[in-house]
């Protein structure tokens, strides 16, 4: 257990509003992703982080942004929510190369757009 | 574009019985690895298959990478009620993240029913 934990785990939220999820890890891992979970679509990644201050996109980045000023800290930001954004999110760590090495997941975040 | 496609969606068996997943892709990928997902809870990796051809066994579950790596199965033996779950299958096309977009690409899932 990698030690990773999200908060809120529950927010219910309306449109336009700005929202902040917070990935808090106690591992050190370097790596650390989001990823969005939704029915007919799976997992797919938002953004991740590959060190302090260091991120990059993923696959569905639009409509959010990340930050991590700490090596345990990762923030998802939605600047202005909309209902399409509705759905569960979940942050990742990981120590290397995420080739061979585990992805370990917290348990989720499930955001509700108004 | 879904890069991973896993068959069957559902499946829905009696204890006892043995099962195979399949994983399939038209992409090469450097690793491939199995998730197990429980209801309200985040994936638990299971195994990562590395090497093309090669076999992976976790008690009553095996795994198997393609030759050419584009896909992926996972058998199970004797399949039992503590086997219930969505399993999901992810690729790694990098070695390393970062340079663009990258971490794990992942299959919708199989969602997994063993009635005792």
């Known amino acids: 257990d990698a030690g990773i934990t999200q908060s809120p785990r529950h927010k219910v939220t309306e449109t336009g509003t700005p929202v902040t999820l917070r990935c808090h890890q106690t591992?050190?891992?370097?790596?650390m992703y989001w990823y969005r979970q939704d029915p007919g679509h799976g997992l797919r990644l938002i953004h991740y982080?590959?060190?302090?201050?260091?991120?990059d996109k993923g696959e569905v980045s639009d409509g959010y942004s990340v930050s991590r000023s700490k090596t345990e800290d990762f923030l998802l930001t939605l600047e202005s929510a909309t209902s399409s954004q509705t759905s569960v999110y979940f942050c990742?760590?990981?120590?290397?190369?995420?080739?061979?090495?585990?992805?370990?997941f917290g348990p989720g975040t499930r955001l509700t757009v108004l | 574009t879904q890069l991973l496609e896993q068959s069957p969606q559902f499946l829905s068996i009696q204890e006892g019985e043995n099962l195979t997943v399949y994983c399939n892709s038209s992409?090469?990928?450097?690793?491939l690895q199995w998730y197990r997902q429980e209801p309200g809870e985040g994936p638990v990796l299971l195994v990562t298959?590395?090497?093309?051809?090669e076999v992976k066994k976790l008690k009553r579950l095996t795994f198997q990478f393609g030759d050419a790596r584009k896909d992926s199965s996972l058998h199970i033996t004797a399949a039992q009620p503590g086997d219930t779950g969505l399993y999901l299958c992810?690729?790694?096309?990098?070695?390393?993240?970062?340079?663009?977009?990258?971490?794990?690409?992942f299959g919708k899932g199989t969602h997994l029913i063993i009635q005792p």
């Open positions: 990742a760590t990981g120590l290397g190369a995420v080739s061979t090495d585990t992805q370990y």
């Open positions: 591992e050190n891992h370097r790596y």
């Open positions: 982080s590959y060190g302090v201050k260091d991120t």
């Open positions: 992409s090469v990928f450097s690793s």
């Open positions: 298959v590395v090497t093309g051809g």
């Open positions: 992810a690729g790694a096309r990098r070695m390393y993240s970062g340079g663009g977009a990258d971490g794990l690409t």
